[in-house]
Nanobody
C-alpha cells in the first residue's frame, strides 16, 4: 500500500513563503496526476494545484501567480511552493494522486494525511 506523507507546513507571516513536500512510500505511476488540496476550518476541501505527467499545470484562481506545483518522478516526491502567502491561505494542505485529470478533481486514488499551514496577518 503506497502512502503519501506531507511535510513543510507551519506558521508564517503574511507575505512569506513555504514549500510543502509530499513523498510517496512506494512507487507511484509516473503517469499519475498529482495534486494539492486544502481545507480551511468549516469549508470544503478544494483542489488548488495539479500537474500531469507531462508537466501541464493547473491552478485555482486564488493561488495563480503565487503557488507553483512541481514533481520529481525520480524521487517519487512532489512540491508546492507557496509565495506571498495571505491569511486566507490558512488551511490543512493535502497531497493527492490520481490516475487522470478527472479523478484528481473528484475522488483521488491516494491521499496524504495533511500538513497545517497558518498565515498570520
Amino acid at each position: 500500500q503506497v502512502q503519501l506523507v506531507e511535510s513543510g507546513g507551519g506558521l508564517v507571516q503574511a507575505g512569506g513563503s513555504l514549500r510543502l513536500s509530499c513523498a510517496a512510500s512506494g512507487r507511484i505511476f509516473s503517469s499519475y496526476v498529482i495534486g494539492w488540496y486544502r481545507q480551511a476550518p468549516g469549508k470544503e476541501r478544494d483542489l488548488v494545484a495539479a500537474i500531469t505527467s507531462g508537466g501541464t499545470t493547473n491552478y485555482a484562481d486564488s493561488v495563480k501567480g503565487r503557488f507553483t506545483i512541481r514533481r520529481d518522478n525520480a524521487k517519487n516526491t512532489w512540491y508546492l511552493q507557496m509565495n506571498n502567502l495571505k491569511a486566507e491561505d490558512t488551511a490543512e494542505y493535502y497531497c493527492a494522486a490520481a490516475r487522470n485529470t478527472v479523478v484528481i478533481r473528484t475522488t483521488p486514488d491516494l491521499w496524504g494525511q495533511g500538513t497545517r499551514v497558518t498565515v498570520s496577518s
